[in-house]
């Protein structure tokens, strides 16, 4: 579908001249991202980790924590992490149990929900056997905030527990022994966007802190050498998902990956060798790893052992010692990514098929049924769909018993609001305004779940025109693009949520040559020239693939056409070679 592009404009003349020292570039940046007082712009331009990393204390709870965790180490007393399938709890259960055993902990294991047969948070089933392990503390991460009834059934068990977590906090919160948690009621902790693994890092630094006070380090090594060389997990956590990568958040991760560039992890060392981001040596074949390393190299990988298996392999693999262990780990983890493209590709073609013939094109919302098609990867497909046909995506598998879904929306309409509406409908929901997942009550119900979704929808959206967005920071001329702005946009990484890499737009370029690149051509080598004789290469990615494009680029373009671009700055490294990329993110033919 055709985009609507939104340049932003300029910074007001104010804001430019308070700020002599920076560039127009960096301000008009600055200015698009809310970063405006002298403050926020020190802390975003130049994160130092002495000063923008708060004091873990700051938690109401912490000191509470601390202690409990402290005694039940003392009393080699039972103590479960419970985490969670995917990447940023995962990275959470790791940072924690590392660190109970480098305190000493002796009797500390960790349970990942199994996605199909757990699913999300506490159940009472792990409850119950948990208990009957003689388990005397569970301490959370990336869930619990909402198992009011499992929290309550540990502790009639005599169990305490601890919870860490960072999703929508309820009115009243379960009755847990200690809650850390940035939104919880009467929360003061200054930085309220910490992902799951950010909270468990910060209990952590809590627990390295109090330890300090009496040993002056750690097996030889400092309590903050250890602490940072944990800061990789942290990373991949909170870009894994998508929190802000604003004040705490993202002075932990710029300082983690750094860390993951030499990163003593040996699990990443091996994933990142088996994926083919690292030569055989461990050393990065493309430049250093960055945010895109992570959120489209790494966090795939480690999301897909709990799509399409069990996260266990996850976990064991960011915890490993063993360097046989931790390569056969790897190559799993790797072989798990490569069948879960494949099976979204197979299921999103299918998906595409269904939409054809059931003459969904045109309606309000989409709903695809899939018989026997897993849970982890609902989502990912319903995404694809969201994102081609721009409308609300419903994807569901069914079996014998139940009709099981995940959907996603777009910013026009509140997806967990229209689930909230009809709670006689499920048997359990959640989610947020863009994505939600849910298990249909009865299978007959289905009729009624799509006829109430669409009516919704149609209500919602009456009159406003449905039509995907890009942001786009300034309007530049391709001879401005150089290896000086490119450096200026390294001040700006990492990039992610509330701080989405720089787009800009130039007009009335003049294609050169095209050239189809890739698998089957589904990506486009475009040369242009603006202005001037100077040829600039770009890419597009997808841009080949006519089920993602609204135009067929690979037939309708020709040599000295002349078009307009939306495109993104990076570096493309080879063999030695560095060159700047344009990065296409859109295009149309000039009017």
Known sequence: MPKKWIVQSPPPQEFINAHPELPATVLGLLWNRNIRAQSQIDEFLNPDYSQDIHDPFLFKDMEKAVSIIFRAIEKEEKIVVHGDYDADGVSAAAIIVTCLKKLGAKNVSVFIPHREIDGYGLNINTIEDLRKQNTNLIITCDCGISNTKEVALAKKNKMKVIITDHHTAPAKPPKADAVIHPLAAGEKYPDKGLCGGGVAFKLVQALLRKHAEKCPDLSGQSHEGFEKWLLDLVAIASIGDMVPLLGESRTLTRYGLTVLNKTKNLGLKKLLIASGISDANGNPKHGAYDAFTVGFQIVPRLNAAGRMDHANTAFALLVASDEKEAEALALQLNKNNSDRQKLTEQHTNEARKQIKETGQEKNPAIFILGKGWPTGILGLISGKLKDEFYKPAIVMGETDKEIFGSGRSIREFNLIAALQSAPELFDKFGGHPAACGFTLKDKNKLEEFKTKLSELVLAQTSGVALVPQIAVDAEVNLNEVNWKLYDLLQKFEPFGQANEEPKYVAYGLTVAAIEPVGQDGKHLRLMVKHDSQVIRKTIGFGLGDIN????????????????????????????????????????????
Request: proline letters at 2%.
């Open 548 to 591: 993602r494009c609204s135009e067929n680029w690979k037939q309708c373009l020709k040599p000295g056409d002349k078009i307009d671009m939306v495109f993104s700055i990076g570096v493309n490294e080879w063999n030695g070679n560095r060159e700047l990329q344009l990065t296409i993110e859109d295009i149309k033919k000039t009017k």
